[in-house]
């Protein structure tokens, strides 16, 4: 087996490829994908709105709508200030949808069958790590913004750079918050790049392995990739609410924006363990 896999003329580009520039622009092929996912993306939410505006349901607008509240609930869970939880949920929604959609757009047979010079015209915009950093730097700047309405523009600040002549334990714990909030961001769009990079890897060589029985092998392995595609979209979504929901939190001798104080009073795994002893 080893000698037939090292017969493979099997190409692995870890970048995306240009297809053609526009105007000096390059059109990669990952681009390509990630037009082609926003449009299911959109095709699907305007046919489930304009569903249930008819008051017309099926399974699949059920299944929108029982992942809609389900997810929902989640948010309300990790944030208890209703209102913000509500403007955070958009946000956190789509970046499921639309990288459960994208990641699953790798999962699709042939999908680098089609050529244009020589180089495959789709390409997981997933497994592009442009657009993987691109969403979560948009999650650290939707999360500061936040944080600046909770605490202020100076308070925010404090929260990273402190005295350390006055308060060097405080000033040590901004500058590792610092260090935290660059690092978590970059971990998760590492975890989602990597997991579907390897992802397609994995099924280009099973594939080539294979052989005539891929038939039979491809479809356990594929649904296997959904699997991971769905978790991976979960945990971009829950993480980033839970980033926001420590960014608004008042810690470390930090006050809340007085306008805010009554929201952000309590932090969130306070107001769980209230709910923990309410049930007990």
Not at 30 to 44: H, K
Request: net charge positive; with cysteine; hydrophobic share 50%.
């Amino acid at each position: 087996m080893i000698n037939n896999f090292a017969a493979l003329d099997i190409h692995i580009s870890l970048a995306s490829q240009a297809l053609f520039t526009v105007l000096g622009f390059r059109v990669t092929n990952s681009m390509m994908t990630g037009v082609l996912s926003l449009v299911i993306f959109l095709a699907v939410f305007i046919y489930t709105s304009q569903m249930v505006k008819r008051n017309k349901y099926n399974r699949f607008v059920g299944l929108i709508q029982w992942a809609f509240e389900g997810m929902l609930s989640q948010v309300n869970s990790i944030i208890p200030d209703k209102k913000l939880a509500r403007k955070i949920t958009p946000l956190a929604m789509t970046l499921f949808f639309y990288v459960l959609i994208s990641y699953w757009m790798s999962i699709l047979p042939g999908l680098d069958t089609i050529t244009y010079n020589g180089v495959p015209v789709l390409r997981s915009v997933a497994a592009d790590m442009n657009f993987t950093f691109a969403i979560a730097i948009l999650a650290l700047v939707i999360t500061q913004i936040y944080a600046i309405r909770a605490h202020g523009p100076v308070g925010n600040i404090k929260r990273y750079i402190r005295n350390p002549l006055k308060d060097p334990i405080g000033a040590f714990e901004g500058f590792l918050d610092l260090i935290g909030e660059v690092s978590r961001y970059s971990a998760l769009s590492l975890r989602l790049f990597g997991n579907c990079f390897a992802g397609e890897i994995l099924l280009i060589i099973i594939g080539a392995l294979t052989s005539y029985f891929s038939v039979a092998a491809l479809p356990v392995f594929m649904g296997f990739e959904l699997f991971i595609g769905f978790i991976q979209a979960y945990v971009f979504f829950v993480l980033t609410v839970i980033f926001t929901a420590l960014a608004i939190d008042s810690h470390g001798g930090q006050k809340a924006h007085p306008d805010h104080t009554s929201h952000f009073e309590h932090s969130p795994a306070d107001t769980r363990l209230e709910k923990l002893s309410a049930r007990e």
